[in-house]
């Protein structure tokens, strides 16, 4: 089950970069992120200018999966912790973080709308020129962030964390959250020219992702209620 548990936290990964207002603006946290004009990612450049363009998109797309994922990493730790405090109220955790991932899973679905959820909150980091560090900063604010696409998956996934009653698996947990959402960022990162060419295409079909997604999460909040 344990195997299991960190396949699901690296399919939540995925599907929080799939989500539909977040998915559309990973070509600008790129250009944000390297300095490079949209124009220079997508456009006809030379074949040096093409190379420093991969490089300085290498470098910095994983100083910012390092940013997020040390704070989620650090978020799993810390709500493992709490969860191994209460280690005797475990079997009430579980049943409420399981019908709490059920409730985040009719959000994400959009059966449940909570205007709430609807404005967008986050902490904003302004990046003064291009930096591994300023990067590396980029990707903590954006994992501090509470927005209606990472919140209810990332939720579901630190409920789930803070059932476990172990840091070690919190954490473990969380590495693989992060993995699942920085493997596709990364990769979209390298092959910029497609991802903008086929992100229509891809959008269509965001519907029917989060669909799933939610029906996933709801047999894992199932699974949680039943204390498996």
Avoid at 106 to 115: A, E, F, H, S, T
Wanted: charge should be positive; proline fraction near 3%; charged fraction near 10%.
């Amino acid at each position: 089950m344990e195997n299991v548990s960190f396949i699901m936290a690296f399919i939540a990964g995925v599907v929080t970069f799939l989500s539909p207002c977040l998915l559309p603006l990973i070509p600008a946290y790129i250009s944000y992120l390297t300095g490079i004009s949209f124009h220079e990612l997508s456009g006809d450049v030379t074949k040096a200018q093409r190379r420093k363009i991969r490089l300085l998109t290498i470098i910095h797309s994983l100083a910012f999966i390092l940013g997020f994922s040390a704070v989620f990493v650090l978020l799993g730790a810390s709500i493992t912790f709490l969860g191994g405090l209460l280690l005797q109220h475990q079997l009430l955790l579980k049943k409420i973080g399981g019908v709490l991932i059920i409730f985040f899973a009719l959000i994400i679905m959009g059966v449940i709308k909570l205007p709430i959820l609807g404005k967008e909150k986050r902490l904003t980091y302004k990046k003064e020129g291009v930096s591994i560090l300023g990067s590396i900063l980029v990707g903590a604010t954006f994992a501090a962030a509470w927005t209606p696409c990472i919140g209810p998956i990332l939720g579901s996934v630190l409920i789930y964390a803070s059932s476990t009653a172990s840091v070690k698996t919190g954490i473990k947990l969380l590495i693989a959250y992060s993995l699942g959402l920085g493997l596709i960022f990364f990769l979209s990162a390298l092959v910029i020219n497609s991802f903008l060419a086929y992100i229509k295409k891809i959008e269509r079909y965001l519907k029917a992702i989060t669909v799933v997604a939610g029906v996933i999460l709801i047999i894992f909040g199932i699974l949680l209620l039943a204390g498996k």
